[in-house]
């Protein structure tokens, strides 16, 4: 079946640090590809996404690229703040599922430091 | 964005009681809703689907009769955890979108925490 591997965090930062979250899935044919992020005590937000190969998902500073042929969705981010602390989901869903159902990776917490 | 709110947010509870928890989209109507189960440094696992008016689809693995579903409107969803046990402690989150079909944003609560003793 459909999985997505992140990899374990805590990530931990200094603030105007490189960040580089890897994402790697697995998948039948072309699933669309997400980050959600989780700030404390709050849902789950979208972040980003990506529906085809070579696509590049792009907000708040934040970019991922779809990568077929390595099966890839890395979030980066040139230089973090301390509000970028939250929990980082990877996650994909398939055409053959009506793009509802959401396969989700373990979560990367980020702590960006002062 | 659209909020999603659930209640309550953190549930204490003795074997053996059941346990009711309220999904509210506040301000866009949710025909489709989406409960999520999540251990601790694992990540969410679909429990089940619903959409407003109809039985609610649950994943392989998911007891229908222990964790029942009901969304009666576009904005209320119920998730009731029947006779619970301490394995069914867990960390309890709702999503809702708008559509069905194509790619509809889910929208997600902040959970539930529930701890049965």
């Known amino acids: 079946g459909d999985s997505v591997t992140q990899m374990e965090g805590p990530v931990t930062l200094s603030e105007e640090a490189f960040l580089t979250i890897n994402c790697t899935y697995t998948?039948?044919?072309?699933?669309?590809l997400f980050w959600y992020v989780q700030y404390p005590g709050e849902g789950l937000q979208l972040l980003l996404k990506?529906?085809?190969?070579?696509d590049k998902g792009s907000n708040k500073g934040f970019e991922a690229t779809y990568r077929k042929e390595t099966t890839s969705f890395h979030l980066e981010k040139g230089s973090v703040q301390v509000s970028d602390s939250a929990v980082y989901f990877c996650?994909?869903?398939?055409?053959?599922?009506?793009?509802?159902?959401?396969?989700f990776g373990t979560g990367t917490r980020l702590l960006v430091s002062p | 964005g659209a909020v999603v709110s659930q209640h309550p947010s953190r549930v204490i509870c003795k074997s053996g009681t059941s346990v009711k928890i309220e999904c509210r989209s506040l301000?866009?109507?949710?025909?489709?809703m989406f409960w999520y189960r999540q251990f601790p440094k694992q990540s969410l696992m679909l429990m089940a689907t619903s959409n407003e008016g109809s039985k609610a689809t649950y994943e392989q693995g998911v007891e229908k009769d222990k964790f029942l579903i009901n969304h009666a409107s576009l904005t209320l969803s119920t998730l009731t955890v029947t006779s619970a046990h301490p394995e069914d402690s867990s960390f309890y989150i709702c999503?809702?979108?708008?559509?069905?079909?194509?790619?509809?944003?889910?929208?997600f609560g902040p959970g539930t925490r529930l701890t049965v003793l």
């Open positions: 999503s809702a979108s708008e559509g069905w079909g194509s790619y509809n944003e889910q929208f």
């Open positions: 998948a039948t044919g072309y699933p669309s």
């Open positions: 996650a994909l869903s398939h055409m053959n599922t009506g793009f509802q159902k959401l396969v």
């Open positions: 990506a529906t085809k190969a070579d």
């Open positions: 301000d866009f109507q949710a025909t489709t």
